[in-house]
């Protein structure tokens, strides 16, 4: 049965947990969300299964799998993060000493009642998103036939630990997701070139 985002609080939960990655760059969800770590087949069969609809294939052999979470999945939220790189301590702006690593990518993963309620909340991820970056660049993308919005850009507030990101953010029938790519000053490799691999690896099927 299709779990769908479906009371008030559960969508301020929603936006909350999406304002903390978009706005922080850092890994703190796992604190936001109880401890309920999903089976980690990606370690043991190079895939993992995010919600009802989506499969992401292992390809970069340098994204860790960090966490894989499924607290909220009775409401229909789904969140997964990697990892690339090494990680050093890191204060962040609560005072909590978190690992910091190179590179973070984090998917959110949103199941909605309809695709116009899908399409509607995606719309505002990408406003908050443009908003709260400075944005480089604006471009519509296909991979492995799903149809995404990628942006690049760099984090405005000084506080953020990172310096540069891109992300996507898609609708599949009634499920918005958002897609991003968080990166250190020391990171040289291209967000936007990983990231549309990333999104290469990824399968959407219906119900």
């Given amino acids: 049965m299709k779990r ?9 939960i929603f936006y909350l947990i999406f304002a903390t990655v978009m706005l922080t760059g850092c890994s ?6 109880s ?7 990606w370690d043991t069969s190079d895939y993992v299964k995010i919600g009802d609809v989506l499969t992401v294939q292992k390809s970069d052999s340098r994204l860790t799998l960090l966490d894989n979470k499924d607290a909220l999945a009775s409401d229909g939220l789904f969140y997964c993060a ?14 909590d000493t978190v690992d910091l690593y190179d590179a973070q990518l984090y998917l959110l993963l949103g199941e909605f009642v309809s ?14 998103a443009k908003m709260n970056y400075e944005l480089i660049k604006e471009d519509e993308i296909t991979c ?39 990166c250190r000053d020391n990171f040289t490799d291209d ?17």
């Fill in 35 to 41: 401890e309920k770590d999903t089976e980690n087949t």
């Fill in 144 to 182: 492995n036939g799903q149809t995404y919005t990628l942006i690049t850009y760099s984090y405005i507030k000084e506080s953020n630990p990172y310096a540069r990101g891109a992300s996507a953010f898609g609708v599949y029938e009634g499920n918005a997701v958002c897609v991003e790519l968080a």
């Fill in 82 to 95: 990697w990892t690339i790189g090494n990680s050093e301590p890191y204060e962040n702006s609560e005072g």
């Fill in 4 to 12: 769908i985002i479906k009371n008030n609080n559960v969508m301020k």
């Fill in 191 to 207: 967000p936007e070139s990983i990231l549309t691999d990333f999104l290469d690896n990824c399968t959407y099927s219906s119900n």
């Fill in 115 to 128: 695709s116009q309620k899908a399409q509607e909340n995606m719309n505002d991820w990408l406003s908050s």
């Fill in 28 to 33: 703190v969800i796992s604190s936001a969300l």
